[in-house]
């Protein structure tokens, strides 16, 4: 099972997501777009984790999900405290330190 | 091989339509299938702690924490058209597909060479072995993510947390507020008026009629309002004219 269509999947899906990030303008969406290239990298470690025959991968990509756990908790919390003032989900709303 | 094949052109079609659909919440899952998809490729690769963990922290907890936060900030909270830097979208589009083609063109270029696979590794479990680098190599950073992770719960809870300004309204409080409501702007005392007056399509969705016909403003949930969802009361009105005439005709 040859590792490179996996390699390229990854780097699609991560393509797929940064452009999301740019395009998108609701808080929520752009936050599930970075999700996509968290999982898009992943998926590139656990391929990398088996072409080399090591677990260090796998070990990298848990962690991963860990360190994206945390920041999706503390993220949508701050979304939700965003929302709660300016009655918005939208990034470009929340540009008051450009004045 | 056969499964990547079948779920690589699922998992890119579900990523690009998470872009364009307008809905907040079919985007969240959109990005349902691409984790679920990608968990069996985790397991496809020999990597079945992983495949468990990919289905219970990312497609278990997160996606259940963006669905929760979508319906708390409300469903109706899509996206604007207007661009707030002329032509950034189209810029961001080109430079994302030049970025696509480049990683992935220099990404198939490269040799990843034999694969190995985990067959030795792996021995004696996927589980077993992971565990035994995670809590000797890797205890440090193991026992640093606990550290993390305690950050991040008490950081979302003193960020969620809403300091109360001014005591808590009473009933009373809440009484004279509405009387005082209608003494400077005529606001109306009573309840607002319940909607669908339809005995065939008695719901919350149906405007409640005044007298004059006209849908009542006010009978109907903001929510429901937003999400663009109500249902137009002249067109009951309509179904119910004809049943009218039916009776008429019997009389």
Redesign the interface.
Known sequence: MDATPFIVLSAILFTIGAVGVLVRRNAIVVFMCIELMLNASNLALITFSRANGNLDGQIAAFFVMVVAAAEVVVGLAIIMTIFRTRRSASVDDASLLKY | ?IG??IL?PI??LA??S??FVRK?VH??LL?AV??IS?AV??A????P??FA??II??TG??LM??LF??M???VD????I?E?IKG??VF??A???V??VV??LG??Q?S??T????????DGGNVP??AK??FTK?VF?FET?SA??I???I??MV??H?ERFGPKKTQADLAAQRMRDYADSGKHLGPLPPPGVFARHNAVDTPALLPDGTAAPGSISRVLAARGTVKNAPELATDVARLTDDEEDDA
């Open positions: 091989m990547f094949w690589a998992m890119v990523a690009v998470m872009l907040a985007s969240a990005l691409v984790m990608l490729l985790y496809i690769q020999d990597a702690f992983l963990v990919q922290v990312y907890a997160i924490l963006f936060v979508l708390l900030v409300g909270a899509s996206d604007s207007v707030t950034q979208r961001a589009i430079v994302g597909l970025f696509g990683l992935t990404v198939a490269v990843v060479g694969v190995t696979g985990l067959a030795t590794a792996n072995a992971i680098i995670l890797y950073a993510t993390l992770l950050t991040a719960a950081g979302a960020l969620a809403r």
